[in-house]
C-alpha cells in the first residue's frame, strides 16, 4: 500500500478532510503519521522517506529543494485547495512531481454565490432593498426591471470561476457576454458566450462579475471610465479581487451614479479600513470574503483529492492536474 501523509494548517483540516474522507483515503494508503503542519514537517522531514503521495491544502508545504532533499520516493501533491502557487516550485517540476488541485471544487460556491446575486441583481433586489428602508412603504408596480428574460450578463474573464457561472447560468433565458483575451471564438461558441471588448462588456451588460486572477498587468484593470459607462440600474459584481479595480475611481463613480450597485465580496485593502466610503455608501452590497469554500462546503475539496487519489492509485490519468504551463498562468 501506498505511504501518504497530511501536510497543511491545523485549523481548517477537519472542514477541508472531514471524517468520512479520511476514512476513505485511509482504505486507500497508508498515512504513516497525524496530519502535520508545515512546521512541524519542517522541524522533522525525515518522516518524508517513504512518503509517495502529500496530502494538503491551505498552508501547505513548498516542494523545494529542502524538502525534497527527504523525500526520494515522492511522487504526488494533492492539494485540496485551489492556485498551487505558493508550493510548487521549479525543483518539483524538474523533478516530475505531480500536482492536482481542488481548485474547481473551491470555484463552485464562488459560482453559486455569483449566481445568487446575478438573479437578485436581475430583478432589482437590492435597490428595492435601499428604497423601502428609506421610504418604509413599497414602490408601486409595475415594476420596470431587466430580470433574467434576455438580460446580458458580462463575464470578465472565463476563468474557472467565470466557466462555472457560465455552466450555471445555462438555463436561464439570458446572453451571456464574456471578455477574455485567451480565448478563441471556436471555444466561446462551444462554451455559449459571445467574445467582446472589455469596454463593451461593461456598456451592454445588466450585469457585469468580475473573475480575473491578480496578476501584475491585471492589477487596476477596472477604472472608473468602466463604471461610469455601466447602463442605468445595472450591477457589477467583484469576488475576485479587490486590487483588479481602481477602488478610487470606482467610489467616486458610484458617489454620483446611485442606480449602479456595486456586490462586493472583496476589496483592497480588505477589510476595508474603517473611514472607507464604501461603508457609507448605500449602493454598495459588501459581503466579508465569503464567497469561497467555508464551512462544510471545504470538505468539497477533500472529496476531489479523494478521488483524485484513487485515480493516481489506480495509474488513471488525474482530472484535477496541473501542468507547468497552467501553473504559468495561475494568480
Known sequence: MKKAIYVMDKEPFDLVYPDFVRQQIEQDVNIIGPPMSRQELHNNPTILKDVEIVLSGWGGPAIDTAL??????LKAVLYAAGSIKQIATDEAWERGIVFSTAVHANAIPVAEFTLSQII????????????????RQFPNKPFMIPGAFKSKIGIISLSTVGRCVVE????????????????????????????CSLEEIFEFSDIVSLHAPLLPKTIGMITGDHIHSMKEGASFINTARG???????????????????AILDVTDPEPPLSDSELFQLENVVITPHLAGSEGAECGRMGQYMLEELRRYIKGDTLRWAVSKEQFERMA
Open 68 to 73: 525534497l532533499d527527504h523525500a526520494p520516493h
Open 120 to 135: 437578485f441583481s436581475l430583478k432589482n433586489g437590492w435597490q428595492f432593498v435601499r428604497q423601502i428602508k428609506r421610504e
Open 168 to 195: 450555471l447560468l445555462q438555463p436561464f433565458d439570458v446572453e451571456i457576454l464574456a471578455f477574455d483575451p485567451f480565448v478563441t471564438k471556436e471555444e466561446a461558441d462551444r462554451l455559449g458566450v459571445k467574445l
Open 243 to 261: 486590487a483588479i479595480v481602481k477602488e478610487s475611481e470606482m467610489v467616486d463613480i458610484l458617489r454620483k451614479r446611485k442606480d449602479i450597485t
